[in-house]
C-alpha cells in the first residue's frame, strides 16, 4: 500500500472517502500512465471546493495495478499524484490523503480493492468509524470494497458517454456525477 499525507493531523469533522479513475477524472482502459493522460470531470473539481468550503476531509484509495504490470513508471506516477493535488488546489478543494494500491490482482496482497485494507487505513488515519463514512466509486469492486469495509458505498455511474465500469445495480445509491453525490449527501448548498 502506497500512502501519501497531507498532514499528520487533519483538521476536519467529518470525511468522505472516494476513488480516483473514473470520479474525478475520466479513466481509461489501458490506465491513467502519464500527466498528459489525466483528465478531470469539471464537476468533480466543483464537488471537492463544495467538499472544502462545507469542512469535509477528502481522501482518496485508489487501485494502480499499472504500476506492478509495468505500465506506469514511477516518475510519471508521482508527477499525476501531484498533478491531481495541486490541479484540485487551484480549483478550491483539498485532499488530505491518498491511498493506493499497486499491485496486480495475481499478487494478492491485502490492499487491492475489493479488499477493504485500504478504506481501514485511510479511517484511522482520519480517526473515523467506516460505518459512518462514505466511500464514492465508480466500480463494482469500489462497492464491493465499501461493503467489506463496512462502510456506504456511493456509486458513480456517469451517463455522458465517458468511459464507465459497469452497470449500476438499481438498489445502489447511483449518481451521475460526484456532484450530484456530495451534493445530496451534505446539502445542496452549493
Ligand atoms: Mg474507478
Ligand atoms: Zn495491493
Redesign the pocket.
Known sequence: ?LVWLSSARPQYGRFILLDRDGVLNVNRPDYIKSLAELNFYRDALEALAFLERNGVGVILVS?Q?GINRGLIEWEDFREIHEGVIRRVEECGGRIQAAFY???RPD?K????KP?P??IFAACRFAGIAPAQTFFAGDSESDMKAAENAGCRGVRICRTDGEVTTGLCAPEEPNFPTLLDAVSSIYGKGI
Open positions: 500500500m487501485n495495478s494500491c499497486p499491485h499478487e496482497c491485502e490492499c487491492r479488499a485494507a485500504m
